[in-house]
DNA sequence: TTCGACACATACGT
DNA sequence: GACGTATGTGTCGA
């Protein structure tokens, strides 16, 4: 009779932010390209639908989709350095000059440190394509709030979409005239994000989320920033990680507690405990 | 047990 | 308020 009633499917309630992300971990210092001064990149995410903590661990499912967002900017600084600036990454005793940088994400098993792949559906789900979550040419912005989040899901009116792509997205033709010693001008294309938007993320389907029959193996998702050298190779610069996380996967155990406990005639006893 | 596939239900955006 | 969609999860059968 207590049992929690389950969330229907496109409730706005399905959206809540989820596991909190650690403070920025720094791997090769950035310096200005014009002055050497070290520049401290701030990595900034979060998880807004997807998990829900539960007894302090963080508990999300291998069958649902989640959401995250990721930004990053410096400190002490705000977008327009990137209209005049050019950035080289220290690596070891020597510099290297960043044409660009991107995001990515990635899920990590905490047991054996090996990366566990993630998946993207459209919104057609099964009827479309699937799609490993794609690494992006990235410039520095805030992280929009969770309400903006929800409320951009699956948005098809156009002037909602053009709000949405004024805050997530940038386009290097919009900045006018330019520095020449601007690193916009090495980014690939001419759209460019500002805002790194993860939807109907799940992991891989060929997941083992289980070390025995009894325990959970544990992962983290971790957004990391690379730095786009002239030679085309991608140095890791700096990310920011989730607390270790279960993902519980599809065996009918998984479910049962969240089941209405209702007895029909003919059904066999279900009594779980309410919780 | 696990998985891919298909099915159902239901709140959301328009 | 109707209509088409998106998505949690129930179920089948290999």
Redesign the pocket.
């Known amino acids: 009779m207590f049992t929690k009633k389950?969330?229907?499917?496109?409730?706005?309630?399905?959206y809540k932010v989820g596991p909190p992300f650690s403070n920025t971990h720094i791997i090769r210092s950035i310096i200005l390209k014009s002055n050497n001064k070290v520049i401290i990149p701030i990595v900034t995410a979060r998880v807004d639908?997807?998990f829900d903590k539960i007894n302090d661990l963080w508990i999300g499912?291998?069958?649902?989709?989640f959401t995250l967002v990721a930004s990053f900017q410096f400190k002490n600084q705000d977008e327009s350095l990137f209209l005049k600036e050019r950035f080289k990454i220290v690596d070891g005793d020597s510099t290297i000059n960043i044409t660009y940088f991107t995001m990515r994400l990635v899920s990590l098993c905490c047991e054996d440190d090996l990366e566990s792949p993630l998946v993207q559906?459209t919104?057609?789900?099964?009827r479309g394509p699937q799609y490993p979550p794609p690494e992006l040419p990235v410039i520095t912005s805030e992280l929009p709030g969770h309400e903006i989040i929800?409320?951009v899901?699956?948005?098809?009116?156009d002037k909602?979409i053009a709000l949405f792509n004024q805050m997530f997205k940038g386009e290097i033709s919009n900045y006018g005239k330019l520095s020449k010693d601007s690193i916009l001008r090495s980014y690939p294309n001419n759209q460019i994000t500002k805002v790194c938007k993860y939807?109907?993320v799940q992991f891989a389907?060929?997941?083992?989320c289980?070390k025995t029959v009894t325990t959970s193996k544990h992962f983290r998702l971790r957004v990391e920033l690379m730095g786009v050298t002239e030679t085309g190779e991608k140095l890791l610069v700096a990310y920011s990680h989730t607390p270790s996380l279960i993902i519980r996967?599809?065996?009918?155990?998984n479910?049962k507690g969240?089941?209405q406990n209702v007895q029909l005639p003919n059904s066999k006893v279900n009594s779980e405990t309410p919780a």
């Open positions: 389950k969330t229907a499917p496109r409730s706005g309630e399905q639908r997807g499912y291998k069958r649902n989709y559906h919104a057609k789900r099964d929800k409320s899901a699956n948005i098809r009116n909602k939807e109907r389907s060929s997941l083992d289980k996967g599809r065996s009918p155990s479910y969240l089941k």
